[in-house]
């Protein structure tokens, strides 16, 4: 396939991956958004995606980092990521656990290759800390339909972390050393929103994922997992 190939030979580039090719990939790897979340989220090596190619974690990593040095292109990723992570929510054929703890753990590793992305302080490190990110939602027209329930529910989840990135550019809150909760933790809080909504019949007969507070400790537990666990894992 093209875009294993591309992903390949990309990644093996590290911080020689052209700048102009930011853009591009974001938009592929949204194209392939459940097969990228599937990437980002599975600690087993094990799970093959319901449909698409099957994509290496390190390479992922890799192009995710490249990708999170631009602005433009690290908003288009991570916002049609929220649309994966909350389709999967609406995915009958997996268990309801496993899509809330595979969200945190995307998470998890979307803040990962950003701060990787921010660590090498490259010399074109190009964010624009004055930018609005509410423009964001015009350029995800390409993203594959997920129904309009899902639909919803992501764009809330978009906002939620929209508000979490205007904190952060305006100095509330600092990169360094902080735990994934505390930059995250608007996003988080409406992905376990949203996937209480969607699986809320299934979370009152589980312990552990009540509204109130299970479903964001699960959430959050995943996404500080994930973290660590993609932390180790090499790429970029």
């Not at 990521?81 to 995915?91: I, K």
Request: no cysteine.
């Amino acid at each position: 396939r093209v875009f294993v190939k591309a992903l390949g030979e990309l990644s093996a580039k590290g911080d020689d991956m052209p700048a102009a090719l930011r853009g591009d990939m974001a938009k592929i790897m949204v194209n392939h958004g459940h097969e990228v979340h599937v990437a980002m989220s599975d600690v087993s090596g094990k799970r093959e995606p319901a449909h698409g190619p099957t994509l290496d974690s390190e390479q992922v990593m890799a192009v995710t980092k490249q990708v999170s040095r631009s602005q433009g292109s690290y908003d288009t990723l991570q916002s049609g990521m929220n649309h994966a992570m909350v389709a999967d929510f609406h995915d009958s054929s997996r268990k309801p656990a496993d899509t809330l703890s595979s969200a945190g753990y995307t998470v998890g590793f979307m803040e990962e290759a950003r701060r990787r992305a921010l660590e090498d302080d490259q010399p074109d490190f190009t964010w624009d800390k004055a930018k609005s990110y509410h423009a964001i939602g015009g350029v995800l027209n390409f993203i594959p339909h997920v129904g309009d329930i899902a639909q919803r529910g992501a764009d809330m989840v978009t906002t939620a972390w929209i508000q979490d990135e205007e904190a952060r550019a305006e100095g509330k809150l600092k990169n360094d050393n902080k735990a994934i909760f505390a930059v995250r933790q608007n996003q988080l809080n409406q992905l376990a929103d949203q996937w209480h909504a969607t699986n809320r019949d299934w979370a009152a007969d589980h312990a552990g994922y009540s509204a109130e507070d299970g479903v964001y400790k699960q959430v959050n537990a995943a996404a500080d997992h994930g973290n660590k666990r993609f932390a180790r894992i090499s790429g970029g």
